[in-house]
């Protein structure tokens, strides 16, 4: 799918993943495992919190050879254990909550897929402050899934989920 665009609000992407619901699910929860993929091209995850409850926060730090680049600070909205997760997803700079921050909604959802895998949906929407604010960082925005979606197929099929303590 493109990439969003200033006559399309929000990045819709879809895309079979071959691990089953839960697994990829439990690769948006578990910081071990999203280390591993949610920073595209040369970022890497610095640092990532998930209080995992409607109502906690997720909060993840981006970095590169440079220093700090910045994130997201956001808040869970939703869980459906194996199934949807939905955010108050705010992109923020190196400066954290110190500086601006451009919360839109992102939902994912799981479903079963033929031979065990997963579509994995996801919608990322409520992009105008962004895009208002830093248009070519939001005119990245599907990219930068479409990357990061890449290493998540990764990370769940070379690193099959460990029992939860």
Do not use: K
């Amino acid at each position: 799918m493109t990439p969003d665009s200033s006559s399309r609000p929000a990045v819709h992407l879809q895309r079979v993943i071959p691990a089953p619901p839960d697994r990829v699910y439990r690769a948006w929860l578990e910081p071990e495992l999203l280390r591993r993929w949610l920073a595209p091209g040369e970022l890497q995850v610095t640092r990532i919190e998930v209080d995992e409850r409607v109502g906690g926060h997720y909060r993840v730090w981006q970095g590169s050879v440079n220093g700090d680049v910045g994130g997201f600070e956001c808040e869970i909205l939703e869980l459906v254990p194996g199934q949807r997760i939905v955010f108050r997803w705010g992109f923020v700079g190196p400066e954290r909550m110190h500086g601006p921050a451009f919360d839109s909604v992102l939902t994912v959802t799981f479903t079963d897929a033929p031979d065990g895998a997963t579509t994995l949906s996801l919608v990322h929407e409520r992009l105008d402050g962004l895009r208002a604010a830093m248009p070519e960082v939001a005119d990245n925005v599907g990219v930068g899934w479409e990357l990061v979606l890449d290493q998540l197929t990764v990370a769940v099929v070379e690193h099959p989920r460990r029992p939860r303590s």
